[in-house]
């Protein structure tokens, strides 16, 4: 991935810039303290993600981004949240808050990964969109529960909890919740990320199973989800609201 750093603060762009030097596999085109700057370079160079503060002289972020015909991903670092709204509206990747924690930055990093990689993929087999997870494989997973792997079908799961060292999978047809020694990492590594969501620190939910969403929770049916607040952003742009 290729991306631009922008703020009109050098000690921000530092920090950004040494937070992707730490996590690799990205490469820095330009940094710019100038928004207008950054459009020339922006039209010129390839571009595959964007680091964009909000509040800047001469060109906000948010006009920045409405000022492009062609929008790479971006992720806002701004010290403002009263922006996170429009921020989403126009399709940010994530929303970060200054002082940005290195963990935080690791995890809208992560996900912008996710997303360039779905979008390469679907260009190179585009056939593989349109039917996914059942023709891949991907429809089941196995997780081990009292001494045997238990195999789970996908659509079966409506969410899962966190309890300390284990998950607790809540099926559709059953209301025994399946038991696993195991972390959210290793859940959400086997789980399709355009299904599964994460949505609180002790939660992830499968999409398909949302019926409503409250100002701080999800409704699954006749159950409730927290919304966490490190999460509402991203949770707000995957559901397009």
Known sequence: MRCVIIDDEP??????????????GIEIVATCTNPLEAIRILNKHKVDLVFLDIEMPNLTGI???????HVPQFIFTTAYPKYALEGFNLHATDYLLKPIPFPRFLKAVSRAREKYELENRGKETPVAITKPEVESGDNFI????????????????????????????HLQHTSKAVLTLSNFK?????????????????????IDYITAI??????????????GETYKPQVLNRLKI
Not at 11 to 24: D, H, P, R
Not at 187 to 205: C, M, W
Request: net charge positive; glycine share 4%.
């Open 142 to 169: 196995f997780v081990r529960s009292e001494y045997e792997n238990i195999k789970i079908n996908l659509n079966e799961i409506r969410y899962i909890e966190g309890l300390k060292d284990y998950i607790k999978l």
């Open 63 to 69: 006009d920045l981004v409405k000022s492009i015909d």
């Open 186 to 206: 290793d859940i959400q590594e086997k789980l399709p990320p355009l299904r599964f969501l994460r949505v609180h620190r002790s939660y992830v939910v499968n």
């Open 11 to 24: 000690l921000a762009i530092e920090v950004v810039e040494s937070y992707v030097n730490t996590i690799g």
């Open 214 to 227: 409250q100002k701080t929770k999800l409704v699954l049916g006749d159950t409730r989800i927290p919304i």
